[in-house]
């Protein structure tokens, strides 16, 4: 839910009570409606977003490895890596640009453009990024060829990030999704949230570090456990080592999201150093899924789908996969920007896989209600039903207080001695007597609790 600003409040202690009125009409979801919420979520990263993101990058990548000779590993990782640097240098001033006040200021064409804008920023900029990944993939394969070459660069990348407090770099769908909201595409932390109107040396440092180091170690690590699994996964049988990886990776992607209470709990009683590690390795096992589905998928598009014609087999996943997930409004999920620290979210947040899709349309819809109510307290629309509302009740509370007065006097005016039938004497009924006491202090204690409770 969107927080609004302590200065945009009205003032007054009668207006704060109305906004309390008016939070409290706005409920969040139950426990039912967010396990639904959670597990759709959940769904559509496994099966759909994952394969789009998965064909977006094979049908690129592969276009390169046709085309060598257009996309040489030094010229490409040098563009690449300029071209990324420029968009993280730039993206406060880009964010400050696209952004608008709010959407009911904005004309259609503005709505279009911006659109039209942020798509094709994603697509060049997944190009960027891809163009590095791949150059970095290349110039590695003469040395980490082997099973202990491999482990030994995992081992020595890994360690680096984890001193870094970087780890959290190295996940990808499906346990992280992006939707193309502006927030998300053109504004992305550094690894030291350095701001370029305070220290602008720092802040070029900062961001060259994050794009170069941080960059080239997440790939490193992406590299050595990619060709691990290629050597170690039936290595002569490529079709069952590619099914097998599928399996092996959504296995183990599913353990981790099953294992998500556990570990937030943990992490939820833990501090410093432990919290750190904890999160690391379970981040670290989840990724260890993740690279199992991506290449259990890029083999299975490569061996199955259009092998006869790869220019075709390229050009359609490339274009076909970016187009579904921008029309589903996740193509920043192809991204690779922005340096997230380990364990900085408060509590066990740190261990929960940002996967929200339906989840944010249903707090946008929230949002929106919350804003038409505000514009209701704006207009004096509400005030007027509560202050409708609370003559009712008082209504019902005056009817209900004669009523049960009208009953309390009629009580009181029945005779208390009455005639002992055995005996023939007027001596009182004690069973009588007491029977009445004690229906009249029943009553007379009934509308007072009757009148507390249409009270609250």
Same mark, same amino acid.
């Given at each position: 839910m969107e927080k609004y600003d302590e200065d945009e409040a009205h003032e007054g202690e009668e207006e704060d009570e109305v906004h309390a009125i008016t939070y409290s009409c706005i409920m969040a979801p139950n426990r039912c409606t967010k396990r639904f919420l959670h597990l759709s979520d959940t769904f559509i990263a496994l099966v759909i977003v994952t394969p789009l993101v998965v064909g977006h990058w094979y049908g690129t990548w592969e276009f390169m490895n046709n085309h060598a000779e257009y996309f040489p590993p030094i010229p490409t990782i040098l563009f690449g890596t300029c071209y990324h640097l420029l968009i993280v240098l730039s993206r406060h001033h880009v964010h400050e640009k696209v952004k608008t006040p709010h959407l009911r200021d904005r004309t259609l064409m503005q709505k279009v453009g911006r659109y039209i804008f942020t798509k094709l920023f994603i697509y060049v900029f997944s190009i960027a990024c891809i163009m590095a990944f791949r150059a970095i993939f290349v110039l590695c394969e003469p040395y980490d060829n082997g099973v202990s070459r491999a482990i030994l660069l995992m081992i020595l990348s890994g360690t680096a990030l984890a001193c870094l407090k970087s780890v959290r770099n190295i996940i990808a769908p499906p346990v992280a999704i992006a939707t193309d909201c502006k927030s998300v595409s053109f504004a992305f932390p550094t690894r030291f949230k350095s701001h370029a109107s305070n220290e602008p040396g720092f802040y070029f440092i900062d961001c060259a570090f994050s794009v170069i180091v941080i960059g080239t170690l997440v790939v490193l690590v992406w590299r050595s456990l990619w060709v691990l699994f290629d050597l170690l996964i039936f290595p002569g049988e490529p079709i069952l080592s590619a099914y097998y990886s599928v399996a092996i990776g959504y296995g183990?992607?599913?353990?981790?999201?099953?294992?998500?209470?556990?570990?937030?709990?943990?992490?939820?009683?833990?501090?410093?150093?432990?919290?750190?590690?904890?999160?690391?390795?379970?981040?670290?096992?989840?990724?260890?899924?993740?690279?199992?589905?991506?290449?259990?998928?890029?083999?299975?598009?490569?061996?199955?789908?259009?092998?006869?014609?790869?220019?075709?087999?390229?050009?359609?996943? =490339?274009?076909?996969?970016?187009?579904?997930?921008?029309?589903?409004?996740?193509?920043?999920?192809?991204?690779?920007?922005?340096?997230?620290?380990?364990?900085?979210?408060?509590?066990?947040?740190?261990?929960?896989?940002?996967? =929200?899709?339906?989840?944010?349309?249903?707090?946008?819809? +929230?949002?929106?209600?919350? +804003?038409?109510?505000?514009?209701?307290?704006?207009?004096?629309?509400?005030?007027?039903?509560?202050?409708?509302?609370?003559?009712?009740?008082?209504?019902?509370?005056?009817?209900?207080?004669?009523?049960?007065?009208?009953?309390?006097?009629?009580?009181?005016?029945?005779?208390?001695?009455?005639?002992?039938?055995?005996?023939?004497s007027e001596k009182p009924c004690q069973l009588y007597e007491n029977g009445l006491d004690k229906e009249n202090h029943l009553y007379e204690n009934g509308v007072e609790n009757g009148e507390h409770k249409i009270g609250q």
């Open positions: 183990i992607v599913a353990i981790t999201f099953a294992l998500q209470p556990l570990m937030k709990w943990s992490c939820d009683r833990l501090t410093g150093f432990w919290r750190v590690a904890v999160c690391d390795a379970f981040l670290f096992f989840s990724f260890v899924g993740t690279v199992n589905v991506w290449r259990g998928i890029w083999e299975l598009l490569d061996l199955l789908f259009l092998p006869d014609d790869p220019l075709l087999s390229n050009i359609l996943t =490339h274009s076909v996969s970016f187009v579904l997930l921008a029309m589903l409004n996740c193509s920043n999920s192809v991204l690779v920007r922005g340096v997230f620290i380990d364990a900085e979210e408060p509590a066990g947040q740190c261990v929960i896989f940002p996967v =929200h899709y339906i989840r944010l349309f249903v707090q946008k819809e +929230r949002t929106k209600k919350q +804003r038409r109510m505000i514009d209701m307290l704006e207009k004096g629309e509400l005030q007027t039903e509560l202050l409708e509302k609370s003559e009712k009740n008082t209504i019902q509370i005056v009817k209900g207080l004669s009523k049960s007065n009208e009953m309390t006097n009629m009580a009181a005016n029945l005779p208390k001695n009455v005639p002992n039938i055995e005996n023939g």
